[in-house]
């Protein structure tokens, strides 16, 4: 199932929901956290933020390359 997230509050949903429970705004498709991409499977991988790997392709996360270049 697809994550998705309030662009409103960040809370984090992976179920049917369409709307916040706190919010009421409607749930926006969380992206894709993979800074590679380089199989099919990456293409729709959503990491954690504490994931440092795609276990797909072994490159860095999103998150994780944002990190480095700071």
């Known amino acids: 199932m ?3 997230k309030c ?3 960040g809370k984090k949903y992976s179920g049917l929901e369409s709307y916040c429970t706190k919010c009421g ?3 926006v498709k969380d992206e ?3 800074s590679e991409n380089k199989t ?3 293409r729709h991988r959503i990491f954690d933020d504490e994931d440092i790997y795609c276990c797909y392709c072994g490159s ?3 998150y994780a390359a944002e990190k ?3």
Do not use: A, G, V
Request: glycine share 0%.
């Open 40 to 42: 099919e499977l990456c």
């Open 7 to 9: 662009p409103t509050c």
């Open 60 to 62: 860095l996360t999103t």
């Open 25 to 27: 705004i409607q749930l």
């Open 2 to 4: 697809p994550n998705k």
């Open 32 to 34: 894709n956290r993979c």
């Open 68 to 70: 480095q270049n700071k």
